[in-house]
């Protein structure tokens, strides 16, 4: 049977601990903990058995024969290895000696442990650094950025599980690096290690890290949800209030309601076939100061595809830009009211003030 374990390996006391007193319940360990920090666990008669966990002198995924000879002669068993870096023990014979009785001497063993152990955090931390550094520099230098992020197909829960992700792999290497670290603590100072302590909580942390990765995991899933996979639907056949301005009439618009954890509210809408059409994207901001930042970043886009763009004073609005690609007789409009935004491009005829007055008076009835 599969029996949930603490997720670090390295915690040496709760892991022996969970160990015995499921022996004292009739299911011994025929395993170290594995994938998702579940080890398994054999059923049999209940008895007082000892657990213990034991650093590989070096990387091996047995012991070998002479250690093996060894322990057996002391009343001790080799169960299992994990990783190539830690084998278990069982003995149940309350009389055998302890495996280790000279704190320094298993300290040493460790020490070789943790330092292999460092100089993987400290690569990972390098490689975490530097990526942090590349993404800081593309957020400063890439001013178009902010438009893909708003316009991605990003629920807040989608976000929530990236981040939840993130944090749960922290956890998990903060965890190993305190654990071993307190164990090491004691035996270099010549205190022999306890080999059990309360592991209850280590388990629920187990429990906590799982439920972190499977909701990433389901959100990877989750792109079958995604709106681009689906056709754009009549406007007169949403009841969701849309924000729109139509050339023909509200019959003549299709609609598709957009998710990002940026906006509140985001609709991307349609008009026309053939010898003209109107694409609209309107965005409701979740937090009112990135308005200004969405409307500089679809205009550094055109300026970079070479797209000239013009200022216009428009009532009722709080900016209001014009920008004309003449290769394809397109022109663009960007309004900004408040927290909303409204990106408009058009193979029609040129916006017109009065044009965008239509749209400050739709983006005024939506504030």
Partial sequence: MLKLMPMNIYDVAAQQARMEDQAARGWFAASVPGIFFLAVFEKGEPKAVRYRLEPAPVKESR????????????GWE?????????????????????????PETEAQAYDRLFC???????????????????????????????????????????????WGFLLALALAAFQQWWSLRRYLRLLRAGVPAPHGRPYRL?????????????????????????PRSRPFEPAETIDAPIPYVTE????????LHWDNWLTTDQWWTFEGMGGWETENRYYRLRFPWTAD??????????????????????????????????????????VRLGDQVWSISTGTTEPTVELAERYAAVLAEFQ
């Fill in 202 to 226: 280590a388990c629920w942390l187990s429990v906590a890290v799982m439920l972190l990765w499977g909701f990433y995991i389901a959100s990877l899933c989750a792109d079958m949800a995604d």
């Fill in 116 to 162: 292999r152990h460092r100089k993987v955090t400290q690569f990972w931390a390098a490689i975490t650094a530097l990526l942090a550094v590349l993404a800081i520099q593309t957020l400063l230098t890439d001013r178009t950025l902010f438009t893909w992020r708003v316009e991605e197909w990003q629920p807040l829960w989608r976000e929530a599980a990236y």
């Fill in 248 to 255: 023909q009439g509200r019959n003549s618009v299709q609609a």
């Fill in 78 to 102: 080799y169960v299992d290895t994990s990783g190539k870096s830690m084998h278990l023990w069982r003995c149940d014979d309350p009389e055998a000696p302890e495996l280790h009785t000279d």
């Fill in 293 to 334: 930042d969405l409307v500089e970043s679809i205009l550094a886009d055109y300026e970079e595809k070479g797209w000239p763009v013009t200022a216009w004073q428009v009532p009722g609005l709080d900016e209001a830009w014009v920008s004309t690609r003449s290769d394809y007789g397109y022109w663009f409009l960007v």
């Fill in 63 to 74: 012991p070998d024969p002479e250690r093996l000879a060894a322990y057996r002669a002391m």
